[in-house]
């Protein structure tokens, strides 16, 4: 079973769980392919005991600037025991996009998990949102960036 499939069937499954707001013991993330374990489900507050830095920038979807808090993918991928050089990552409405792991380590892209201090409800892009420092890198300032900015997210799969 290739990731991406089973990406899918996991989306399928976990659907329901995220239909309300997470507890900070439900699973909100399945990490799968190359890393420690076939499978890592982490929870919220698995997430954020990795540790957190913020992010203020300003994005096409919201107004002015935010400050997004998550944890920094470098840490994150490292705390996965992720082995590969591309995330494939899904979200809720089955948007995917293949981002190489290099881009989310050396550009400094945070798992966020707070907007603005508050945690993001689905509603509001949430549980997980792939976010790049946008302001302080004009590399990052393009399409090409803003396509790997995925939120809503529910599955990383690392090939």
Do not use: C
Not at 6 to 26: E, H
Not at 45 to 52: C, V
Not at 79 to 91: C, E, H, I, N
């Amino acid at each position: 079973m290739t990731i991406r499939r089973l990406a899918a069937s996991v989306a399928a499954s976990l659907f329901l769980g995220f239909a309300s707001p997470a507890s900070a013991s439900d699973t909100i993330l399945a990490v799968t392919g190359n890393v420690t374990g076939a499978e890592i489900n982490l929870s919220l507050a698995q997430i954020e005991a990795m540790g957190s830095a913020s992010i203020v920038t300003t994005t096409p979807w919201h107004d002015g600037q935010t400050t997004f808090e998550g944890v920094p993918m470098a840490r994150f991928l490292e705390a996965v025991g992720a082995q590969g050089t591309t995330a494939y990552v899904q979200a809720l409405n089955n948007y995917n996009m293949d981002i190489p792991l290099s881009d989310l380590i050396d550009f400094d892209a945070i798992l966020a998990f707070k907007t603005n201090g508050d945690y993001m409800s689905i509603a509001d892009k949430g549980p997980l949102f792939i976010v790049f420092p946008y302001d302080d890198m004009e590399e990052a300032r393009n399409a090409l960036f803003y396509s790997r900015s995925v939120w809503q997210i529910h599955t990383i799969g690392i090939e």
